[in-house]
């Protein structure tokens, strides 16, 4: 029996001759890992993305786990975050010195639910992190008003979804 094997490839990145020859530059530059580009980078970025500051790490995971600690989250806090994301999501809780709190997600966006993290809210609860999964953002302005209720600290994963826009209300919606 001859079965036919599809692969289907995962957001395979755009790589042309402009990106291959920025490569080039920096590898030639002798600046790897700092330097001009990274801060010509997280400039673009910032403004970009319509924010004051960006700093350029390794991966999002670096990303997550530094603002947990900046955030002063550690040993015998909670975090509410999703059970649908990366492994990492719950790792870098963890090795902030936290301990990761499930809450379920919303069945239509598939994100992490306001109301459930609501309910998921303790004493130990020091942050929530909800993950921007798979390009949908997550209802941030809910979020804000949860952390800002309980005097949380809201860090967002946004590694999916950097481009990510909330959707209008319904009542703004064109009808259709």
């Known amino acids: 029996m001859n079965a036919t094997v599809t692969h289907v490839k995962f957001a395979p990145p755009a790589i042309g ?14 600046w790897l890992s700092t330097g001009p580009r990274v801060r010509q980078f997280e400039r673009a970025f910032a403004d970009y993305i319509g924010v004051p500051h960006a700093i350029a790490l390794n991966s999002c995971t670096a990303g997550l786990h530094l603002s947990l600690l900046v955030a002063g989250v550690g040993p015998g806090d909670e975090v509410i975050t999703t059970p649908l994301t990366f492994c990492a999501t719950a790792n ?85």
Request: glycine letters at 6%.
């Open 17 to 30: 001759e402009l990106e291959i020859a920025e490569v080039v530059a920096t590898l030639r530059s002798g």
């Open 92 to 176: 870098t809780i963890v090795h902030a010195g936290a301990t990761p709190r499930f809450a379920d997600v919303d069945p239509l966006s598939w994100n992490l639910s306001p109301a459930l993290a609501a309910e998921a809210v303790t004493p130990r609860t020091r942050a929530l992190l909800p993950v921007h999964y798979a390009g949908r953002p997550v209802d941030v302005p809910a979020f804000r008003a949860l952390a800002d209720c309980h005097g949380l600290v809201l860090v967002e994963d946004a590694a999916h979804c950097v481009e990510g826009e909330q959707p209008a209300p319904r009542s703004a919606r064109p009808e259709t």
